[in-house]
């Protein structure tokens, strides 16, 4: 007998996208003059930077000369793209971060996906809640989650809520987990947490033992002094802390696809014996064994984001949707709303007026102004009573759906 994986039987259907798709077709169909304003999905919009096409193009022509031809590429990507991330995204922050430890992929959603396959089965696992559904659905899985209970939480993780009443810093947790996971700027609260506040994790996880794994796929929106851009700004996370980026957010690559994971030498976990056992060659040795490596001409493209006119065209698409995130913010605010992120994300996390359950004020939202956003609940049990609404829209696209609330 062939049996399947057992673990993903115990995965619901992914519920929330294909939910709200359906609500949305069934209101078109009924209302096919409503002008629809979508704003719940978390994808960019703007093209890609000039600098970014223009490194494309050298790069597919190079391909077409012998001398300018690459098959297959090193392992763990080109060196002059790990080069320019070491420089850019740590030294230019005082972080020194080696070019061995960081591994180019083509998405930090396979990379926080797949990490956990270098650690045992019985590793238990926190996650904050609400949370990126990536980091619980691959640890299911591997066979880490338990059982899913009526309340919506795994019998085996640890959750962290994060809600207006903790105003969205997670507790430390109770009892203690292997592996942590931390997603800052948050998707999809859009809150962040401080250097102090994140020092006390990095803090938690020395004296337990723990890994973090902290994804930092919204760094680049980062505005406010005080919010560490990468968790090794904190001394000693490099001993216990893995972190991922991505070129998605930060520069239009969500079709393009392109990130990287920093795995620093000096971070360990035990083996079955007790001993101290690095996890870059574990990385190492699992990319080298499942993956072939990211396009060198995506490579390149990622690398053109570190000149000095790549880096101004990302920046100037960034302000573009954090002027969105402002529009958002003001509007609510004006409508009366109780809202949190939207000033170093590009997601706004709205309180439900009246303790509207989330997929009640999704209707509401729908039917009475036509704009579609995302329902918390759909992120995690603490998510219920919030709705998130993002700034990857048009300008036009979020000022006029701002103007049908206000009115
Ligand atoms: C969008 C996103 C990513 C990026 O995924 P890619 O595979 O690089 O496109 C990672 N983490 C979170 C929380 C995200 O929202």
């Known amino acids: 007998m062939t049996l399947v994986n057992s673990n993903y039987l115990k995965l619901p259907g992914s519920y929330l996208f294909s939910e709200i798709a359906r609500r949305v077709a069934a209101f078109s169909a009924e209302n096919p003059d409503a002008q629809i304003i979508r704003m719940g999905i978390g994808d960019v919009t703007r ?29 763990h990507g080109y060196m002059f793209l790990r080069e320019l991330i070491a420089e850019h995204d740590f030294a230019a922050r005082g972080v020194k971060v080696d070019p061995d430890e960081i591994f180019i992929s083509d998405g930090a959603k396979c990379d926080v996906g797949n990490f956990q396959e270098i650690f045992a089965q019985d590793n238990t696992i926190a996650i904050t809640d609400p949370v990126y559904p990536v980091y619980v659905d691959s640890n299911v899985m591997a066979g880490r989650g338990g059982e899913l209970q009526p309340n919506g939480e795994w019998s085996n993780f640890i959750y962290l809520p994060c809600t207006a009443e903790n105003n969205f810093e997670p507790a430390l947790p109770q009892r203690r987990p292997d592996l942590i996971y931390l997603c800052y700027p948050n998707n999809p609260t859009g809150t962040t947490l401080t250097r102090d506040q994140l020092a ?164 509401l939202m729908l039917n009475k102004y036509n704009i579609v956003g995302t329902p918390g609940a759909g992120f995690g049990p603490s998510g219920e009573g919030y709705f998130r609404l993002t700034a990857f829209g048009s300008m036009e696209n979020t000022k006029a759906a701002m103007q049908r609330l206000l009115k």
């Open 47 to 75: 093209p890609l930077p000039q600098a970014v096409i223009n490194a494309m193009c050298e790069a597919a022509r190079e391909q077409g000369a012998p001398e300018g031809f690459k098959g297959y590429g090193p392992d």
């Open 200 to 363: 006390r994790w990095v803090e938690y996880a020395r004296e337990n033992k723990s890994v973090i794994l902290f994804d930092a796929a919204y760094e680049v929106f980062i505005s406010e002094p005080d919010v560490p851009h990468s968790i090794y700004e904190i001394p000693g996370a490099d001993e216990v802390a893995v972190e991922f980026r991505s070129f998605s957010k930060t520069a239009g690559f969500t079709g393009l696809r392109c990130a990287y994971t920093v795995v620093p030498h000096k971070l360990t976990a035990k083996s079955p014996n007790g001993e101290d056992t690095p996890l870059n060659p574990l990385w190492a040795r699992r990319m080298s064994t499942k993956y072939n490596g990211c396009p060198y001409v995506v490579q390149k493209a990622a690398a053109a984001i570190y000149s000095p006119e790549g880096r101004k065209q990302v920046l100037e698409n960034v302000a573009y949707y954090m002027n969105n995130a402002k529009i958002i913010r003001d509007a609510l605010k004006n409508a009366g709303h109780t809202l949190f992120g939207g000033v170093n994300a590009p997601y706004v996390w709205l309180k439900t007026p009246d303790n509207m359950l989330s997929w009640d004020f999704f209707d």
